[in-house]
């Protein structure tokens, strides 16, 4: 047998170091007595706050905590004669610190070394670890959803977005809190599949980089010609209260991801309840946002529905594929072109006349295919390799669940027999 032990995580295929594998425990799930024991927070950790005084001539380091337990965020410098604090709170490598505001939304992780000495205001409370619990574990735990979800249940406050969790209703919640070497254990195999993910989104942004430097190659020779002879503007505005639209997908530029062209979280027009008037759009047209053109929303949703008004939806012309007209609009001279065109207003906004002026750079007739399909092939590629990081993010979820109840055990393999 091979001197590493491969551990199965829903079809992935990971090696992990040390000899240690996941399995279920016996049965087909565990019971509440097969679990770790449940512990009050307050008995693993203490509130542990250290104040500095905000000197004025003296720089600090700023520092916030992002949702859903994903970590510590540089805020930039601040010079403390600048600021209306007269003491701030300093993290400590190794300490839990969560936001109070907002804690509904998961604002909890454990200051990584790189963060020791940064500061935080009187929101973010500080939490020293006992010697039970690993910083390496609860960093995990940290992005539980079941922790998110205690947190949510003990929140105070009459308003949504001021609710609040005080220190000590945290330090109240129960979680199973298993011994440090199986915790050790744990945090070896999930640590396993975040170096996965973490090498499927690198590989996915050089895949994007890779696409972009070869449309500008492909492009940049291409006859130059007014968008409007590229593609058209046929699409009506309907009145998605009637029935015949109410179920129909509405794409808004709210759901276009930046860049990419994904459409995230879109929903029926019954469902986001719209008023106004929104683009009815047929499958191969191309959804264009006129909002803020720098941030490069440009979509073929591959289906028919109802998209913002504050979109267009395009028509190719011709026999240009939509997936080429997108290509096209997200050229570099295109975007700085409507960028420019749009103004640097607070809310940035090309109009239609002058969108379709725009010169586009628009491969000869007998490219056509050849172009589309090289760019096309690339954005397969990336869409694949983010599609399997979404489904090792699915997996990693359910294994963290499942190590925290036990439903997987971890044991130490005796390998080479």
């Known amino acids: 047998m091979s001197d590493w032990q491969q551990i199965s995580l829903g079809g992935l295929e990971s090696p992990v170091r040390r000899k240690v594998v996941a399995v279920p425990p016996q049965g087909s799930r565990a019971s509440a007595s097969d679990g770790y024991p449940l512990r009050a927070l307050g008995e693993v950790m203490r509130l542990d706050i250290q104040r500095t005084p905000m000197k004025p001539a003296t720089t600090y380091r700023l520092a916030g905590v992002l949702n859903a337990g994903k970590g510590v965020v540089a805020k930039g410098e601040l010079d403390g004669g600048d600021t209306e604090y007269a003491a701030m709170n300093v993290l400590r490598a190794d300490q839990v610190v969560m936001r109070k505001l907002t804690a509904w939304e998961g604002p909890i992780t454990v200051v990584p070394a790189e963060f020791d000495g940064f500061v935080v205001s009187n929101e973010f409370p500080t ?219 607070k809310m940035p906004k090309v109009n239609r006349k002058q969108l379709f002026s725009i010169q586009v750079a628009m491969p000869c007739p007998d490219s056509i295919a050849s172009v589309d399909a090289a760019l096309s092939a690339l954005r397969r590629h990336r869409e694949a390799v983010v599609a399997e990081a979404a489904r090792l993010r699915e997996v990693r979820v359910g294994l963290l669940a499942g190590l925290l109840d036990r439903a997987i055990d971890i044991v130490s393999a005796e390998l080479g027999v």
């Open 127 to 345: 939490f020293t670890l006992g010697p039970e619990v690993m910083p390496d574990w609860m960093r995990h735990v940290c992005g539980s959803p079941r922790l998110w979800a205690e947190m949510k249940n003990r929140v105070s406050g009459t308003v949504q977005r001021r609710k609040r969790l005080n220190p000590e209703q945290l330090l109240q919640i129960q979680l199973p809190i298993p011994p440090r070497e199986v915790q050790t254990r744990i945090v070896e195999v999930l640590d396993a599949v975040d170096d996965q993910i973490n090498a499927l989104r690198r590989e996915a942004e050089a895949l994007a980089r890779i696409h972009d430097a070869t449309r500008e190659s492909l492009l940049k020779d291409a006859p130059l010609t007014p968008l409007s002879d590229v593609c058209e503007l046929t699409a009506r505005l309907v009145d998605p209260r009637l029935e015949e639209y109410a179920d129909l997908t509405h794409v808004g530029v709210e759901t276009i991801a930046k860049g990419t062209g994904e459409i995230v979280g879109a929903r029926t027009a019954r469902e986001d309840k719209i008023i106004s008037g929104k683009f009815l759009f047929c499958e191969g047209d191309v959804i264009y946002s006129k909002i803020r053109p720098a941030l490069r929303k440009v979509a073929v949703p591959g289906f028919s529905g109802l998209c913002s008004a504050d979109a267009y939806p395009l028509r190719p012309k011709g026999d240009i594929p939509a997936s080429l007209l997108r290509e096209v609009l997200l050229q570099e001279r295109v975007v700085e072109s409507a960028v420019s065109m749009a103004g640097r207003t």
